[in-house]
């Protein structure tokens, strides 16, 4: 009888030899073999493994590897690259370069502010014939803002771009007084306008009425001009804000309304609703005011303007390029008032160079629909822009105006509009689209860097005393805004420190984060102890 050997599981045929088998059997009538599980006698025992050692380990080889990496910076928003100044005529590039070069203050906010004082001086009567088949026809009209923090530049960029436009106004007005003087009361000539600030719909009414060239609204307070447009009697904002919306597109306009301000027998004709848009706004101040407006797309009939942080070492003189701007305008003005009855028209090559960046603006609407649908509503209006600045652009070009837009300055609008489409990218990825944990995240960043030394940890009890907004906020805005520095390699998981519910307790900080970011530090730190003193002072 052959015997068989026994299986390598340590399981036996139950005719195998107890003395072979070195087991005993089982309930089953089996042979267990006690020595199965056991490693040779010439192997040493594995060791025991340690979950302790392990992690700590594991913590170790993790924040040297966090040491070794450089934090991203979340104090600075980037901004789209400014203006440049072969995207404008000469006339207006000039301008923007001289008045930057004296106040270093962003060129590109010149740059925006004279082409929308530009175009709101040139007659809305002269007009761009842009499709002679569908009758599609534009005025040089634009409405625009400049968008910058407090002292960034706005007013004083603003306040030259425009000046000869009041100057004007202001010359008009003194004539039409003299030559009414001895008028009887309701059979005055009209008044002349160029520009308003402050003013609602029967007054406007009154004012267009009498001025069909169109006007200039400016305001250096965005939401100054938002209150205006909800601003109502008897509850009608809703249709003054229409009223307002349809400045933007000009052309005749029937109102039937009767008193406050209104013809009395109700029937006004106004020849020309148009108007231009000059406003300045903060990022923050934007963003609020956002919220509490309709979705109409106000917003996105503006040409926004996101004006770099200002040259505080500038110093000089532009003053000979104010009084050059300020003949240009005047010219313009002139110019337009005697030339209105023309239809200007696009050159071929011009006309082929509009065709194509339509195609590609109308393309790039359609693709950022679903991704960003604010912005793809803004580009829907650029082909109009585009035809608008190409109209102002061609009156202030420095060249004789002829009937034909040429393709040179065809080229300046296209540039132009291009550089618009990247700020207003950015007004809707970024300043429209603020996420409240990053917001509370560049906070507890701004408290790590504003501390007097360098600190090699923080915890929440840290976090409630030094970071804004840390101590009111919700577990979950906690958790995203830390998870954020975490990700950008400001703070990592304090290595053998204690978990509450799964969160971290304490946190390692970066130590080069007080290196790369000391400048900002230093400014949060002078910004605080001016708060400081300023409560001291009031008490």
Not at 79 to 101: C, K, M, N, R, T
Not at 331 to 340: K, P
């Amino acid at each position: 009888m052959v015997a068989i050997p026994p299986p390598q599981n340590g399981f036996h045929n139950a005719s195998t030899p107890k003395s072979e088998a070195h087991g005993h059997r089982n309930g089953g009538g089996m042979w267990w073999d006690e020595t199965a599980d056991k490693p040779p006698a010439d192997k040493p025992a594995a060791p025991a493994f340690d979950a302790d050692d392990a992690a700590k380990k594991l913590g170790e080889k993790l924040a040297n590897e966090f040491f070794a990496r450089t934090p991203r910076d979340l104090l600075s928003k980037p901004v789209p690259q400014p203006f440049e100044l072969d995207e404008a005529p000469p006339p207006i590039a000039q301008f923007a370069h001289a008045f930057s070069l004296a106040t270093g203050i962003d060129h590109s906010g010149m740059i925006v502010a004279a082409t929308t004082a530009a175009a709101s001086i040139i007659d809305d009567r002269l007009q761009l014939d842009v499709n002679p088949g569908s009758r599609w026809v534009v005025s040089a009209r634009l409405w625009s803002f400049l968008c910058a923090p407090p002292s960034g530049g706005k007013s004083p960029t603003i306040r030259p771009a425009t000046d000869p436009i009041k100057q004007l106004h202001m010359a008009l007005f003194s004539n039409w007084e003299k030559e009414n003087a001895e008028a009887e009361k309701g059979k005055e000539t009209p008044i002349p306008a160029l520009f308003t600030s402050d003013t609602n719909v029967p007054s406007l009414t009154r004012t267009l009425k009498s001025n069909p060239r169109g006007i200039l609204m400016l305001t250096e307070e965005f939401s100054s001009w938002i209150g205006a447009i909800d601003c109502a009697d008897k509850g009608d904002a809703a249709k003054n804000r229409g009223d307002m919306l349809q400045l933007r597109d000009g052309g005749p306009r029937q109102i039937d309304r009767v008193g406050n301000g209104y013809a009395r027998h109700g029937y006004t004709l106004v020849p020309n609703w148009g108007a231009s848009v000059l406003a300045a706004c903060t990022p923050d101040g934007l963003a609020m005011q956002m919220k509490k407006m309709p979705e109409d797309g106000l917003i996105q009939r503006f040409i926004p303007c996101i004006m770099a942080p200002r040259n505080l070492e500038a110093e000089g003189d532009c003053s000979a390029a104010i009084e050059t701007w300020a003949a240009v305008i005047r010219w313009a003005y002139q110019f337009t008032s005697d030339y209105h009855q023309h239809r200007i028209r696009f050159s071929p090559e011009a006309r082929a160079m509009f065709k194509a960046e339509e195609k590609e603006q109308q393309t790039l609407t359609v693709a950022t629909e679903s991704m960003t649908p604010a912005f793809a509503s803004h580009m829907g209006k650029h082909p109009g822009m585009l035809a608008e600045v190409a109209l102002t652009f061609h009156v202030f070009s420095g060249r004789q105006v002829g009937p034909e837009i040429d393709a040179e300055t065809m080229s300046y609008a296209i540039r132009f509009m291009r550089r618009v489409r990247k700020h207003a990218y950015y007004l809707y990825s970024a300043i429209l689209a603020s996420s409240p944990a990053f917001d509370l995240a560049q906070a507890i960043a701004r408290s790590i860097v504003a501390v007097d030394k360098p600190i090699p940890t923080i915890n929440r009890e840290w976090m409630n005393q030094h970071a804004n907004g840390f101590r009111n906020a919700d577990d979950r805005l906690r958790q995203s805004a830390l998870e954020i520095l975490q990700d950008a390699d400001w703070i990592t998981t304090f290595t053998g420190g204690r978990t509450y519910g799964g969160v971290p307790a304490r946190y390692s900080v970066h130590p080069k984060v007080f290196q790369l970011f000391a400048r900002e530090g230093e400014m949060h730190r002078a910004r605080r102890a001016a708060v400081v003193e300023l409560i001291k002072e009031r008490n």
